[in-house]
């Protein structure tokens, strides 16, 4: 049996949140174990925060989301930095740019984003980025403002070239359900070029569902299939990559605290 680690979904979404247990327990039965549940605003941040405190297994990940920031206020941040601090919480996100369909002022997001990296660095967290349609401008701002805990690209979708320049900035990267599609041929030469303890899986549940379950609702058992299509990609073991995708998500989110040999 592997042992697997998502290090992106979404068990605090309508979605699962009324029924977690059973899809912890189908999870399990995939090798799935850790999992990072990721917010993006007050309600899903707040359910990270409380599913993180009830299973030992779940880990919190909390900020603002770039599609979310027009809804924030003064008090908000506030709120962020403090719960930040908890013990449940392992990362700073999802943070980033997204420039599709001009959700909220790119100058907004970039402040925000620059904010949340302070904070991050501040506590000692590591960072998750969302970066849609904004690599370039992600990768400006990386520079500009660096990680200094680093961090991961979540649902990485640049190509091999993109993937190099990241991975010098010291980020992970991770790969979703995208990695199984055929025609992602960018993503494909993204996991080619990212060594094996630089790389981590995801689902992004219930988004981005994988081969051979695609046009259904993700879930993170679903994992599993993320990482039988890398090692199909990499030509390599599946439990060489569920292992060392494993192994590269605890030493960035729970600094090697829960490592197997």
């Keep these: 049996m592997v042992t697997i680690y998502d290090s992106h979904t979404h068990l605090n979404d309508e979605a699962f949140y009324g029924d977690v247990a059973a899809f912890l327990a189908r999870a399990k039965h995939l090798g799935v174990e850790e999992m990072n549940m990721v917010g993006s605003n007050t309600l899903l941040n707040k359910r990270a925060l409380k599913l993180a405190e009830k299973y030992p297994n779940l880990h919190a990940v909390i900020g603002w989301h770039p599609e979310d920031l027009g809804k924030v206020i003064t008090s908000d941040w506030h709120q962020l930095e403090a719960n930040l601090a908890r013990p449940e919480v392992v990362g700073v996100g999802e943070i980033g740019l997204d420039f599709v369909n001009g ?44 990680a200094t805990f680093g961090g991961v690209m979540h649902s990485f979708s640049g190509d091999g070239e993109w993937a190099k320049k990241f991975l010098a900035l010291g980020f992970d990267l991770s790969f979703s359900g995208v990695v199984s599609f055929n025609k992602a041929t960018e993503v494909h030469e993204a996991a080619k070029a990212t060594p094996l303890d630089r790389m981590m899986v ?8 994988p081969v051979p379950y695609r046009g259904k609702q993700n879930e993170p058992a679903y994992t599993y299939y993320v990482v039988q299509a890398l090692a199909k990609l990499l030509e390599l073991p599946e439990h060489l990559v569920a292992n060392a995708t494993y192994q590269t998500a605890v030493r960035r989110f729970l600094k090697g605290n829960n490592g197997q040999d």
């Design 103 to 146: 959700i909220t002022d790119r100058s907004t997001q970039v402040a925000a984003f620059e904010r949340q990296i302070a904070m991050a660095n501040n506590l000692h967290l590591p960072v998750v980025i969302h970066c849609r349609e904004a690599l370039d401008e992600t990768y400006q701002v990386l520079k500009k403002t660096p």
């Design 202 to 209: 995801e689902t992004d549940a219930p988004y981005l569902t």
